[in-house]
């Protein structure tokens, strides 16, 4: 299962990001000191998008239509031919951490038991 996943951290589609959480999260993933360091936003490290997606196992995408990674999600699970993504109205950044409190949730995590199991079934 994966949360409201940063599909490029190059900033070339439209999406909610400040241009410095995008800088950040590459310098991290990318183990750079400093944020302006010299690296490529689109190495598949901080951007999966640019990485090889086939053959990776199914995935089960859960994303908030109030999300800031809503179109990096969507996008992710465009590129991915295993992949589902599941749209929650109303709910936003990592809603499926408020397991108990949202039923949004509860429900998401009930559905990727399922998930899981019919995935490890069909071996």
């Not at 996943?5 to 589609?13: L, R, T």
């Not at 439209?14 to 993933?29: D, F, G, Q, Y």
């Not at 690296?39 to 990485?51: K, Q, T």
């Amino acid at each position: 299962m994966i949360c409201e996943p940063a599909a490029s951290a190059a900033g070339i589609e439209p999406n909610h990001w400040r241009k410095s959480s995008i800088t950040w999260l590459t310098a991290e993933v990318l183990g750079t000191e400093r944020a302006d360091h010299d690296h490529d936003a689109r190495d598949p490290r901080a951007s999966p998008l640019y990485g090889a997606l086939a053959g990776l196992p199914p995935v089960r995408i859960d994303v908030g239509d109030d999300e800031l990674l809503l179109s990096d999600s969507l996008r992710d699970g465009d590129a991915s031919a295993n992949a589902e993504v599941h749209v929650c109205n109303g709910m936003p950044h990592v809603f499926t951490s408020q397991l108990g409190v949202l039923l949004a949730a509860d429900r998401a995590i009930t559905e990727l038991t399922a998930f899981v199991r019919k995935h490890l079934q069909e071996g």
